[in-house]
C-alpha cells in the first residue's frame, strides 16, 4: 500500500505532496491515480490566495502536476492536465505571464505525449471568449498539433480552430499545418550550437565579399524610425527574454543597391549600435549570405528555447514570434498570406554578420542579420546578443 495516497481530509499527505514531492512520485501517482493529483491541485487552488510570495509558490506547484499529468499518457491525464490549465492555473493576476508560460508548456507536453484520439476528446464544446483561458490552452493545442502535422481533417479539431479564427485569436491565423520554410523549427543537428563567433560563422555560411561601391552606397542610407515595427522584428528575443534588447534599423537608399555591394562594407557604414567600436578591437567583421529558412528558424529558436535567464514560449507561440518578426523585416502588411510571404522572401536578399565589438560577445548566443528588399532600396537590420551587458 502507498503510504502517500491522498484522501479528503488527510492534511499531512496533501502537505507532502504539495511540499516534498520528487518529480518520480508525482509521476508514479500521475500513471495510477490521476484523480487524485487532479483534487490536490483544486484543494491548492483553493487555499492559495493567487497573490504574493503564497500564490508564487501554489502557481509553482500547481504548473509542475499539470505538466507531469500532461506527460503521461492517459485520455484521464489529458483530461485533468487540461483542466488544470484551462480553469485552475490561473490563480491571479500576479502570476498571469508564468500562468502563461505554464499553460503552453502543458499544451506543448501534451502534444506529444497522448494520443490524438485522446485530445480530440477534449475539443467537443466551441468557443465563444478567446479571453477564457480553457479556450487559450486549446489554441495552444492546435497550434502545437500543427507543427507535428496532425489534426487538420479532423471536422473536431477543424471546426474549433474557425471558431477561433472568427473570434480572432493570433494564433489561428497560422496555417493549420508546418510550412516548407519552417522545416528546420525546433530540430536541432548534433555538433551545430549557436553561431557564436566569426570564424563559424564562415564556415557556415558563403562570405560576401568586401566592395567599394558598397561603402559608397552605405554612406548615403538614410535611417527610416518605425517603432511598431522594430517592436514586431524584436519580439522572439523579447519574449524570450534575452539578455539585452535587440537592436532592430530601417535604413532607405536613394538608388538601388547592387546585391553584390549588399555586404560587411555597406554594413560598416551604417550607424549601428552592434558594431559600435569596430575596428579597434582585434578581428574583422564578416557579411555571409544565408536563406529565409534559416532566418525563420533563428527567430523561431530565441523564443522557443529563450535566453539563457529566460523561458520558452512553447511552440505555438514562437512560430507566432517568428512570423511577426519575419513580416516585420520584410515590412510586410499582416494581412498577406503566410504561402505568399514565404515566396516573397525569397525575393529578399538575407545576410548574417557578426563583428568583434562590445555588442558581440561570442561566448553565448550572438545573431546578427541585414535584409535587403526586392526593390534593393530598403535594409533591415537586426541584431540580438544574450549576454549580459554587465558581464
Same mark, same amino acid.
Given at each position: 500500500m502507498n503510504d502517500?495516497r491522498?484522501?479528503p481530509?488527510?492534511?499531512a499527505?496533501?502537505?507532502h505532496?504539495?511540499e516534498?514531492s ?6 508514479q501517482?500521475?500513471e ?6 487532479h ?15 503564497d ?5 509553482r506547484i ?10 503521461? !499518457?492517459?485520455?484521464?491525464c489529458?483530461?485533468? #492536465?487540461?483542466?488544470? $490549465? /484551462? @480553469?485552475?492555473? *490561473?490563480?491571479?493576476s =500576479?502570476?498571469?505571464?508564468e500562468?502563461g508560460?505554464l ?7 501534451l502534444?506529444?505525449?497522448q494520443?490524438l484520439r485522446?485530445l ?17 490552452? !486549446? ?6 498539433l #500543427?507543427?507535428?502535422? $496532425? /489534426? @487538420?481533417?479532423? *471536422?473536431?479539431l477543424? =471546426?474549433?480552430?474557425e471558431?477561433?479564427?472568427e473570434?480572432?485569436?493570433p494564433?489561428a491565423r ?10 528546420r ?14 570564424a ?5 555560411f ?6 567599394d561601391?558598397?561603402?559608397?552606397a552605405g554612406h ?8 511598431q515595427r ?5 519580439e522572439?528575443?523579447t519574449?524570450?527574454d ?21 555586404g560587411?562594407?555597406?554594413i ?8 559600435a567600436g569596430e575596428?579597434?578591437r ?16 533563428e527567430?523561431?529558436s530565441a ?7 529566460g523561458?520558452?514560449q512553447g511552440g505555438a ?9 519575419m513580416?516585420?523585416?520584410?515590412g510586410?502588411p499582416?494581412?498577406?498570406p503566410?504561402?505568399?510571404?514565404a515566396?516573397?522572401a525569397a525575393?529578399?536578399?538575407?545576410l ?5 565589438t ?7 548566443s ?11 532600396t ?12 554587465d558581464?
Amino acid at each position: 500500500m502507498n503510504d502517500n495516497r491522498v484522501t479528503p481530509g488527510d492534511d499531512a499527505s496533501r502537505r507532502h505532496l504539495w511540499e516534498r514531492s520528487d518529480p518520480a512520485e508525482l509521476k508514479q501517482l500521475a500513471e495510477s491515480r490521476p484523480e487524485e493529483l487532479h483534487e490536490v491541485v483544486e484543494q491548492l487552488c483553493r487555499r492559495a490566495s493567487g497573490e504574493g510570495p503564497d500564490g508564487t509558490s501554489a502557481l509553482r506547484i500547481v504548473g509542475r502536476m499539470a505538466e507531469t499529468l500532461a506527460d503521461t !499518457r492517459s485520455r484521464d491525464c489529458a483530461k485533468f #492536465a487540461v483542466d488544470i $490549465a /484551462g @480553469r485552475l492555473l *490561473p490563480l491571479g493576476s =500576479a502570476q498571469g505571464e508564468e500562468a502563461g508560460r505554464l499553460r503552453r508548456s502543458v499544451a506543448a507536453k501534451l502534444v506529444k505525449a497522448q494520443q490524438l484520439r485522446d485530445l480530440e476528446a477534449l475539443f467537443g464544446e466551441l468557443p465563444d471568449d478567446v479571453q477564457n483561458s480553457a479556450v487559450e490552452v !486549446r489554441a495552444c493545442l492546435l497550434g502545437e498539433l #500543427a507543427l507535428m502535422g $496532425a /489534426g @487538420r481533417g479532423r *471536422p473536431v479539431l477543424d =471546426a474549433y480552430a474557425e471558431r477561433l479564427r472568427e473570434l480572432g485569436h493570433p494564433l489561428a491565423r497560422l496555417p493549420r499545418t508546418r510550412l516548407d520554410i519552417e522545416h528546420r523549427f525546433a530540430v536541432r543537428v548534433r555538433g551545430l550550437g549557436p553561431v557564436k563567433t566569426p570564424a563559424q560563422l564562415q564556415s557556415r555560411f558563403p562570405e560576401i565579399p568586401p566592395t567599394d561601391n558598397g561603402t559608397a552606397a552605405g554612406h548615403t542610407a538614410g535611417e527610416t524610425p518605425d517603432a511598431q515595427r522594430a517592436r514586431a522584428a524584436a519580439e522572439p528575443f523579447t519574449v524570450g527574454d534575452w539578455a539585452r534588447e535587440p537592436e532592430v534599423r530601417f535604413f532607405t537608399l536613394p538608388s538601388p543597391l547592387d546585391p553584390d555591394d549588399f555586404g560587411i562594407s555597406f554594413i560598416k557604414q551604417l550607424p549601428l549600435d552592434c558594431l559600435a567600436g569596430e575596428g579597434t578591437r582585434r578581428g574583422d567583421a564578416v557579411a555571409c549570405r544565408t536563406m529565409p529558412d534559416d532566418v525563420l528558424n533563428e527567430l523561431f529558436s530565441a523564443a522557443y528555447y529563450g535566453g539563457v535567464n529566460g523561458r520558452g514560449q512553447g511552440g505555438a507561440y514562437s512560430r507566432l514570434h517568428a512570423w511577426n518578426s519575419m513580416y516585420a523585416l520584410m515590412g510586410l502588411p499582416a494581412d498577406v498570406p503566410f504561402l505568399d510571404a514565404a515566396g516573397r522572401a525569397a525575393d529578399h536578399r538575407w545576410l548574417r554578420f557578426m563583428a568583434f565589438t562590445d555588442w558581440f560577445r561570442h561566448d553565448t548566443s550572438d545573431v546578427a542579420f541585414t535584409v535587403l528588399d526586392p526593390t534593393r532600396t530598403r535594409v533591415a537590420v537586426l541584431a540580438a546578443t544574450d549576454t549580459d551587458v554587465d558581464d
